[in-house]
Nanobody, 121 residues
């Protein structure tokens, strides 16, 4: 089992920045891919960004050039740096981890509890 705990959400004005952190514990060595998903009110959950242990990354089109996913293996922490935030980025953001290799499918074996990000116009 893997436990994921997110932090760093909050309220920010449009064009501002936030960094989300996700600290992992448990059977971390079984994990090969990590990701950030989000779910806005009345919307389906979507993958925002993902990264493999080898450093390959994937982003949804709407965040390319604005968001950066990264991982600090020594700290067992996943990050999502979000710049130039827009009101449409408002959502609950979830950290996820997966035992599968590669990014053909969004990471979704294990989930954090979510953290709210609200961007005001």
């Amino acid at each position: 089992q893997v436990q994921l705990v997110e932090s760093g959400g909050g309220l920010v004005q449009a064009e501002g920045s936030l960094r989300l952190d996700c600290t992992a514990s448990g059977d971390i060595l079984s994990i090969n891919a990590w990701g950030w998903h989000r779910q806005a009110p009345r919307q389906k959950r979507e993958l925002v960004a993902a990264i493999t242990n080898g450093g390959a990354t994937k982003y949804t089109d709407s965040v390319k050039g604005r968001f950066t996913i990264s991982r600090d293996n020594a700290k067992n922490t996943l990050y999502l740096q979000m710049n130039s935030l827009k009101p449409e980025d408002t959502a609950v953001y979830y950290c996820a981890a997966d035992r599968r290799r590669g990014l053909l499918r969004p990471p979704d074996d294990y989930w954090g509890q979510g953290t709210q990000v609200t961007v005001s116009s």
